[in-house]
């Protein structure tokens, strides 16, 4: 099985967040206190599990808090920033930050949200696949809040729908990808861009894998959801 040990992990935290300024003000997402500690030392444990040793965040909204927070390290992960100046996105984060990745795939992860899966499984089968670009899927039970993802037998996405209008269970987006710095490089530059909304639906047909899971999931960019985060940890705790 191959591990995350030489690859670079990319989360993307720079979203305003909204929907959680009424609970959250001043706050940025990745440093909302869950159980204690900020929702991204969760991530940021989980990835140390899998290897990773370096993490680079994608910042924008507050982001000089999050880097007052952190600092250059966190356990054995030596950390980075790619601050924006302006609002621009997941896609248009990730071509900010294309200078500090190398050659080949990054793992690219929402700083607001978190599966609980097996990464490496997720890196090995991506490579298995000679894949450039992959989406892990987590099966939820209505899909229109997430997104709807449809993938053939051979795990090509088909169907990337960022908003889907019918509710129901189904294959939804959870937030963790694997890219090749090829993909990233044609993004454009200094543009708001949106993976899910931009750069995935046109990958569909033939560019794009999806890993199928069925992994406890959360994201925290609701006042409901973040109330339930707590619990989420609680119940997994010894296991990240």
Request: hydrophobic fraction near 40%.
């Amino acid at each position: 099985m191959h591990t995350l040990s030489d690859i670079t992990a990319v989360i993307l935290a720079g979203g305003a967040g909204t929907r959680l300024q009424k609970v959250l003000p001043d706050v940025p997402k990745a440093l909302a206190d869950v159980n204690g500690k900020p929702f991204i030392s969760f991530l940021l444990d989980r990835l140390e599990r899998f290897g990773v040793r370096r993490v680079i965040f994608c910042t924008g909204y507050l982001g000089h808090l999050i880097q007052d927070a952190l600092g250059k390290q966190s356990g054995k992960i030596q950390l980075a920033y790619s601050p924006e100046q302006s609002p621009l996105d997941t896609a248009g984060a990730l071509a900010n930050a294309c200078h500090l990745l190398p050659a080949g795939p990054s793992l690219v992860i929402n700083g607001d949200s978190y599966c609980h899966t097996d990464l490496n499984q997720f890196y090995t089968w991506f490579k298995e696949k000679t894949a450039d670009a992959a989406v892990l899927l987590t099966r939820v039970a209505d899909t229109r809040r997430f997104g709807g993802v449809e993938i053939d037998p051979s795990g090509h996405v088909v169907s990337f729908n960022e908003k889907p209008e019918k509710n129901g269970p189904g294959l939804a987006n959870a937030g963790i990808y694997l890219i090749d710095r090829a993909i990233i490089e044609a993004f454009p530059e200094n543009t708001p861009c949106s993976l899910e909304k931009d750069i995935f639906p046109k990958l569909t047909g033939g560019k794009l894998m999806g890993f199928s899971t069925q992994d406890a999931f959360i994201d925290i960019g609701t006042p409901e959801s973040y109330k339930e985060a707590a619990d989420f940890f609680t119940a997994l705790e010894g296991q990240i």
